[in-house]
Antibody
Framework: QLQLQESGPGLVKPSETLSLTCTVSGGSISSSSYYWGWIRQPPGKGLEWIGSIYYSGSTYYNPSLKSRVTISVDTSKNQFSLKLSSVTAADTAVYYC??????????WGRGTLVTVSS | EIVLTQSPATLSLSPGERATLSCGASQSVSSSYLAWYQQKPGLAPRLLIYDASSRATGIPDRFSGSGSGTDFTLTISRLEPEDFAVYYCQQYGSSPYTFGQGTKLEIK
């Protein structure tokens, strides 16, 4: 049974870089069946796709965040990661990682709240 | 970017009733690449429907999806107490992949 778990700091200072990792268990991140994605949800608000990656390293980003986002994959650790630079309070959100079949999100991690504050 | 508009924002119904949730797209969603998710407080969203009308694994058959082009519908035939939650639609026909703002289904 595929499972995903986000990890990383819960508090980031303004202008710094948010870094999160998603660990995949119960299956291989190198599976050709899946893409892997990040989604965020500000408190009390809706969902926003951040970007996605294939095990080969091909990346796909939301243009609204593209200049600040880097997603990478580490197949040896069965993990993929998100970096979001120059964060502001508007980046405070619950960040989810998810597996993707074509481009919908079929299995989600539990999410991790990241607060941007000094 | 395709903008998805969900209606109503809030739907108040009783258990046993039928729920109809709508998702309208600002332009046609190619190949009916539309998904529906359910989210309960404090939990991650759960995939219900993909490709507009295909139920995800383990989803009860009281959930059904329909539609094409710019108009899509999620129907819950007979509401169970556990169905009261927020529902989101998502299009994945063109990047960026976007979500609707959600419909809150609450107990009347």
């Amino acid at each position: 049974q595929l499972q995903l778990q986000e990890s990383g700091p819960g508090l980031v200072k303004p202008s710094e870089t948010l870094s999160l990792t998603c660990t995949v268990s119960g299956g291989s991140i190198s599976s050709s069946s899946y893409y892997w994605g990040w989604i965020r949800q500000p408190p009390g608000k809706g969902l926003e796709w951040i970007g996605s990656i294939y095990y080969s390293g091909s990346t796909y980003y939301n243009p609204s965040l593209k200049s600040r986002v880097t997603i990478s994959v580490d197949t040896s650790k069965n993990q993929f990661s998100l970096k979001l630079s120059s964060v502001t309070a508007a980046d405070t959100a619950v960040y989810y990682c998810a597996s993707m079949v074509t481009w919908y999100f079929d299995l989600w991690g539990r999410g991790t709240l990241v607060t941007v504050s000094s | 970017e395709i903008v998805l508009t969900q209606s109503p924002a809030t739907l108040s119904l009783s258990p046993g009733e039928r729920a109809t949730l709508s998702c309208g797209a600002s332009q046609s969603v190619s190949s009916s690449y539309l998904a529906w998710y359910q989210q309960k407080p404090g939990l991650a969203p759960r995939l219900l429907i993909y490709d507009a009308s295909s139920r995800a694994t383990g989803i009860p058959d009281r959930f059904s999806g329909s539609g094409s082009g710019t108009d899509f519908t999620l129907t819950i035939s007979r509401l169970e107490p556990e169905d009261f939650a927020v529902y989101y639609c998502q299009q994945y026909g063109s990047s960026p992949y976007t979500f609707g703002q959600g419909t809150k289904l609450e107990i009347k």
